[in-house]
T-cell receptor, first 112, second 116 residues
Framework: DAGITQSPRHKVTETGTPVTLRCHQTENHRYMYWYRQDPGHGLRLIHY???????DKGEVSDGYSVSRSKTEDFLLTLESATSSQTSVYFC???????????FGPGTRLLVL | DQQVKQNSPSLSVQEGRISILNCDYTNSMFDYFLWYKKYPAEGPTFLISISSIKDKNEDGRFTVFLNKSAKHLSLHIVPSQPGDSAVYFCAASDRKSNFGNEKLTFGTGTRLTIIP
């Protein structure tokens, strides 16, 4: 299994509060991704990173920001959480943009 | 606009029989396709892939078929086992693209239940 951890694994928060999710990898892969999984939508890309301090938006980036200050860590921040951001969030890594992605165990976020 | 579609949200198959999961895509530029398997409370795990230069790829009990003219791929699992019960996602990318389509586009998933 690829060395990917996500923290926290579960979080309950209130609307309007900031939330930061962390993804940590031990594989030294260049690319890291944040997805959300929702019923009827599958996995949708939020943001991805192609190197330290290099990030780009995915298809559902509104309301989210990311940062990558070290190769091994990729942070996803909800500046002001909304109920529509209740979801399961997955981090993924890959050696290259067209290489197979490997996923972390997920973070279940509930915004009340 | 859903470029990758899995029209069957769920599928039930008897243990030992063949499971066939289907996936359709609309972007003719997609040239690489993958299947992921996901158990509850876990992340998706890579299962098998196929490049558009092939029409079949096999790995043990798992075979993926690609029909480019129909823009259709399928995953066959033979024989089906109880441990195959999971959600299966197909995904596609355009590996030649310089416009962002290199990234994976996922379908909505099919929940496979193997009946003992």
């Amino acid at each position: 299994d690829a060395g990917i951890t996500q923290s926290p694994r579960h979080k309950v928060t209130e609307t309007g509060t900031p939330v930061t999710l962390r993804c940590h990898q031990t594989e030294n892969h260049r690319y890291m991704y944040w997805y959300r999984q929702d019923p009827g939508h599958g996995l949708r890309l939020i943001h991805y990173s192609y190197g330290v301090k290099d990030t780009d938006k995915g298809e559902v980036s509104d309301g989210y920001s990311v940062s990558r200050s070290k190769t091994e860590d990729f942070l996803l921040t909800l500046e002001s959480a909304t109920s529509s951001q209740t979801s399961v969030y997955f981090c993924a890594i890959s050696r290259g943009l067209i290489e197979t992605q490997y996923f972390g165990p997920g973070t279940r976020l509930l915004v009340l | 606009d859903q470029q990758v579609k899995q029209n069957s949200p769920s599928l039930s198959v008897q243990e030992g029989r063949i499971s066939i999961l289907n996936c359709d895509y609309t972007n003719s530029m997609f040239d690489y396709f993958l299947w992921y398997k996901k158990y509850p409370a876990e992340g998706p795990t890579f299962l098998i892939s196929i490049s558009s230069i092939k029409d079949k790829n096999e790995d043990g009990r798992f075979t993926v078929f690609l029909n480019k003219s129909a823009k259709h791929l399928s995953l066959h699992i033979v024989p089906s086992q109880p441990g195959d019960s999971a959600v299966y996602f197909c995904a596609a990318s355009d590996r030649k693209s310089n416009f962002g389509n290199e990234k994976l586009t996922f379908g909505t998933g099919t929940r496979l239940t193997i009946i003992p």
